[in-house]
Structure formats: C-alpha cells, structure tokens
Nanobody, 120 residues
Framework: VQLVESGGGLVQAGGSLRLSCAAS????????IGWFRQAPGKEREGVSC????????FYADSVKGRFTISSDNAKNTVYLQMNSLKPEDTAVYYC??????????????WGQGTQVTVSS
C-alpha cells in the first residue's frame, strides 16, 4: 500500500498550489481520502477529505472557500487545489486513507508528506 504526495513547494502569499496523492495497493473506491497538515510546533490537523465512493467532501473552516479537494478514481489520485494561500498554511501536508468511511478520522494509511511553504 502506498500513498505518494507531490506538488508541494514555496509560494508567495496569495498564490496557488495543487497537491496530488497517488494511491496504490488497495481498492481506491472503498476508501475516504483526506489531507492533513502539521506546522512546526503544532498538532496535526485535518484539512479536507473526500469519499471516493460518492464524492462527498469536507473542509476545515480555515480553508473553506480557498481549498478544493477532488478525486480522479480512474487514476487513483486525489488532488487538493489550494488558492489564496496564507503564511499560516505553511506546513507539511499528508495524505491519508480510511477504509469504508465518508470522512478520514482514524486513517489506515498515511503518505510521507510534502512541504508547503507560503512566504509573506
């Protein structure tokens, strides 16, 4: 089982990035896929998640209206489009998967993370 994130980087405030999470080794449609982030000195927090079975989505209040999660089930890939980025979005972003769920609360699998840095 693998979850491989990509797309992180350095961007100025107000800019955009698109993260990708490529999944392999499990039946993608049976899982909810989510994005979490952890900033230095802070606890990991949930950002957004999507149910691969019905496309239901959830967002943290801090990213609503700025981030969009989507899924390409043919490619077993989930995307996180991040617009209007703020310095407080700086964190390591992790992809996670939970079996048989509509949201990701207790992930079965984690990716290795990708760094997002937003400069002011």
């Amino acid at each position: 089982v693998q979850l491989v994130e990509s797309g992180g980087g350095l961007v100025q405030a107000g800019g955009s990035l698109r993260l990708s999470c490529a999944a392999s080794g499990f039946t993608f449609d049976d899982y909810a896929i989510g994005w979490f982030r952890q900033a230095p000195g802070k606890e990991r927090e949930g950002v957004s998640c999507i149910s691969s079975s019905d496309g239901r989505t959830f967002y943290a209040d801090s990213v609503k209206g700025r981030f969009t999660i989507s899924s390409d089930n043919a490619k077993n890939t989930v995307y996180l489009q991040m617009n209007s980025l703020k310095p407080e979005d700086t964190a390591v972003y992790y992809c996670a998967a939970e079996l048989g769920a509509y949201t990701v609360v207790a992930p079965d699998y984690w990716g290795q993370g990708t760094q997002v840095t937003v400069s002011s």
